[in-house]
């Protein structure tokens, strides 16, 4: 299957969801902080890639998934390991506070504001 494809069977799986749930566009940009014009993109598999996990997170959670967006974006998605960056220890952070806490973006933000502060001290202490 190729990438299109992929995409556009997840974006179906959020706008039936979503039509279920009876939400507009509005609404679920409201529920989920996730911009009605990247939904649009999403729903009609205008997106070159899958979104990244915090923002499946924030739409799980608003459409009341419970892990089957993170399933379905992994069975989807084919991996291929060329030629991906290494990941910062922010980024590996986010996307774990993201996928395994109840935690919004907002808060995601928060913890990893306190955890560079707290890195800073120590590094000051060390001085």
Request: glycine share 2%; aromatic share 6%; net charge positive.
């Amino acid at each position: 299957m190729d990438k299109h494809t992929q995409l556009i069977k997840f974006g179906t799986v959020i706008k039936q969801r979503r039509q279920a749930l009876k939400l507009s566009l509005r609404e679920l940009e409201k529920l989920s902080s996730v911009s009605a014009a990247l939904i649009t993109k999403l729903e009609n598999g205008k997106m070159a890639n899958f979104p990244k996990a915090i923002t499946i997170k924030q739409l799980s959670d608003a459409l009341k998934f419970n892990d089957e967006l993170f399933v379905l974006a992994d069975i989807l998605f084919e991996h291929k390991e060329q030629n991906i960056p290494d990941k910062t220890f922010e980024d590996e952070l986010r996307e774990i506070l993201a996928t395994r806490t109840t935690l919004n973006s907002d808060n995601i933000t928060q913890v990893i504001y306190f955890i560079s502060g707290l890195e800073k001290l120590q590094k000051m202490k060390n001085i």
